[in-house]
């Protein structure tokens, strides 16, 4: 199947800095992207839908100022949270849309732990 | 908007036995995908069966089948032979017209040896 690559898989930052994500589709242009956030136990939350090449469109309630999401190229996706908080601490989860299937991959998820 | 039901929180099953994971949505689309993704403890989602809603076919996939009553809104996955690999958090999803996947609470599926 098709493979999206996610990148830190971990990683813990200090309240207030700045973290990026990314995520890559290897092996398939994905015009579309989307970021999901975690809780444990819980489903998956859907922050943003992310198009190449224009602004993402963000879910009530997800502040973009902080969520910033970068869809620069048809193969890479970026989530920076930005002035992160310990509440911002979660798994982190994207996806790639590919028509050839009409099907959704996911990355491996990233742990951001604020401290 | 869509929405997608898991009922049951947890479900158990003894390994080599078979087990069904119930889903049901409600749409007004006429044209859409639904799917059985599998979150082990490493947290990856692994897409297990897809469904097309045009296709009164259930789709199979080795030991996972699904059961869509299109009708009743219903999308249930059976997994035979159950083996300790199986042991996941299993979520059903949506796909209609936004490409968007809409998911249900999720079902913890454990399998006893």
């Known amino acids: 199947g098709a493979v999206v690559s996610q990148h830190p898989s971990r990683v813990i930052c200090k309240s207030g800095t700045s973290v990026k994500i990314e995520c890559r589709s290897l092996?398939?242009?994905?015009?579309?992207m989307f970021w999901y956030r975690q809780f444990p136990k819980q489903s998956l939350m859907l922050m943003a839908t992310?198009?190449?090449?224009?602004?993402?469109?963000?879910e009530q309630g997800v502040e973009k100022d902080k969520f910033l999401i970068n869809h620069a190229s048809l193969t890479l996706s970026t989530l920076t949270v930005t002035s992160a908080h310990p509440e911002d601490s979660s798994f982190y989860i994207c996806?790639?849309?590919?028509?050839?299937?009409?099907?959704?991959?996911f990355g491996e998820g990233s742990w951001l732990t604020v401290v | 908007a869509q929405t997608v039901t898991q009922s049951q929180p947890e479900m158990s099953v003894q390994e080599a036995e078979t087990v069904t994971l119930s889903c049901t949505y409600d749409?007004?689309?006429?044209?859409?995908?639904l799917f059985w993704y599998k979150q082990p403890p490493s947290r990856q989602m692994i897409l297990v069966i897809r469904?097309?809603?045009?296709?009164?076919q259930n789709a199979t996939e080795n030991r996972f089948s699904v059961n869509f009553q299109k009708a009743a809104k219903s999308f249930s996955l059976k997994i035979s032979d159950s083996q300790l690999g199986d042991a996941a958090m299993y979520f059903c999803?949506?796909?209609?017209?936004?490409?968007?996947?809409?998911f249900g609470a999720g079902t913890i599926l454990r399998v006893k040896s």
């Open positions: 749409t007004s689309e006429s044209d859409y995908y």
């Open positions: 469904q097309e809603a045009y296709k009164q």
């Open positions: 996806s790639a849309y590919t028509s050839s299937g009409n099907t959704i991959y």
């Open positions: 092996d398939f242009q994905a015009t579309t």
């Open positions: 999803a949506y796909k209609g017209y936004g490409n968007k996947l809409v």
């Open positions: 992310s198009n190449e090449g224009s602004k993402a469109t963000y």
